[in-house]
């Protein structure tokens, strides 16, 4: 059986103690630590990774909010906390679930298995060498979003966040993402980094004009460091 790698932190030390009892629970869930303060814990996430983090919103000095947006590739989390005012700052920084204390366990049972899933769809994400036809996933508004590679425009760096531009969606998917992951899912014979905060598909290019491409009405800069490499790919694609 795979497992999750897994986390709690809060500074409440009978909060945490029940949250790990809890854990213990669940077969499919391996609990590697816990940690009282958010500071412990970022110091052990830089020699160790997890699937998944429970974590504390109010904390003395660093609290949960602050130390996830200092992630740079975020694991799932699962918010749990005795205050309600920061559910709508959960769902932009795109938890699994956000549970209120005290924490009925048929709803924290809910919350696990949702991850589960989440963790499980991850597991299943093929590669173009793999797939007939390729895809990912995303998380994105509470879910996980499957995208296929060949719907994808182009994607829009901004910081923390990607927008994934596809012709299957009227708007822009937002996932808090940086554009280097976000490169990293892409396969590189379809897709290129041209400019510091895009990304675009090969085959969506319709016209190469100086310094800057076309996707039918949307145009992107090409920045000077990307020109080289773009020009040496984008050449080498078979023409229609």
Known sequence: MTQL???AIDDEPFALAILADDLRRFPYLDL???FSNAFDADLWLKTHSVDLIFLDIQMPTLTGTQFLRGLS???????TTAYEQYALEGFELNVVDYLLKPIP???????VFRAKELFELRQKEETPAVAERGFFFVFSEYKEIKI?????????GLKDYVKIYTTQQPKPILTRLNL???????????FGRIHNSFIVAFERITAVQRAKVHLGNVEIPI???????????YRKLPSE
């Open 223 to 233: 920045g000077n460091r990307y020109l080289v490499e773009f020009e040496q790919k």
């Open 105 to 111: 366990f048929g709803r924290f049972e809910k919350a």
């Open 32 to 34: 590697q630590a816990t």
């Open 5 to 7: 790698r897994c986390i």
């Open 180 to 190: 280097k992951a976000m490169e990293a899912k892409l396969p590189e014979e379809q």
């Open 73 to 79: 590739q975020p694991p799932m989390v699962i918010f």
């Open 148 to 156: 296929y590679f060949d719907e994808v425009n182009y994607v829009e």
